[in-house]
């Protein structure tokens, strides 16, 4: 949206200057890969499950099997993952959709400085969630000796790489949405106009 370029797109003569619509196809862009990146680590993550049958051996002939499913709904901080993800991908895919089609809010004061601190929000959100379930993979993938805790990625190796899967697109989410509220501020402050 031409607010988040830092004003107008017309300059008077009814043209669109190749600089800001250089601009505006790089914010797209952006957005579009932050929303692909934030979607598909939900995604991944909310679709990640493994079960396996594990055979005890009693003892002679004797044994029980007992089946153990690796979910992400098991773990907190899967779940506070793909709901910090699924916010984020509404949130690029609500700005997408204003700067596409909302060209009535263009003139709106103010919503630079909202998109721009929405923008932070998300970061925060997203980089809360991607660290949270960093933490419990890293346990599930080494375990913790000092609290007895086992590893489990060595007994459901998919379900570990798929979630290490969903936890690389969300830092690459992260990492666009940083760009994203750096260019949204420094526009911000070039036209002090849509603040």
């Known amino acids: 949206m031409a607010v988040e370029n830092g004003g107008s797109l017309e300059n008077g003569s009814g043209k669109k200057p190749k600089a800001k619509s250089s601009e505006e196809m790089l914010l797209i862009v952006l957005?579009?890969?932050?929303?692909?990146?934030?979607?598909?680590?939900?995604?991944?993550?909310?679709?990640?499950?493994?079960?396996?049958?594990?055979?005890?051996?009693?003892?002679?002939?004797?044994?029980?099997?007992a089946t153990l499913s690796a979910k992400f709904q098991h773990t907190p901080a899967f779940v506070f993952f793909v709901i910090a993800n699924?916010?984020?991908?509404?949130?690029?895919?609500?700005?997408?959709?204003?700067?596409?089609?909302?060209?009535?809010?263009?003139?709106?004061?103010?919503?630079?400085?909202?998109?721009?601190?929405?923008?932070?929000?998300?970061?925060?959100?997203?980089?809360?969630?991607?660290?949270?379930?960093?933490?419990?993979?890293?346990?599930?993938?080494?375990?913790?000796?000092?609290?007895r805790w086992n590893k489990i990625c060595d007994k459901f190796d998919a379900y570990c790489d798929r979630g290490g899967g969903a936890l690389i697109a969300s830092f690459a989410g992260v990492g666009l949405l940083m760009v994203l509220n750096g260019l949204s501020t420094v526009n911000l402050y070039k036209n002090p106009a849509t603040r």
């Open 31 to 65: 957005r579009l890969l932050a929303l692909g990146a934030t979607f598909s680590a939900t995604l991944v993550m909310a679709l990640n499950k493994e079960t396996k049958t594990v055979v005890v051996p009693l003892g002679g002939s004797n044994s029980i099997s």
């Open 86 to 147: 699924s916010i984020a991908s509404l949130h690029n895919l609500s700005l997408l959709l204003l700067r596409l089609f909302g060209k009535k809010f263009e003139d709106i004061k103010g919503l630079g400085l909202l998109i721009t601190i929405s923008d932070m929000v998300m970061v925060a959100l997203v980089s809360g969630g991607a660290a949270a379930a960093a933490s419990m993979a890293e346990l599930g993938k080494n375990g913790n000796s000092h609290a």
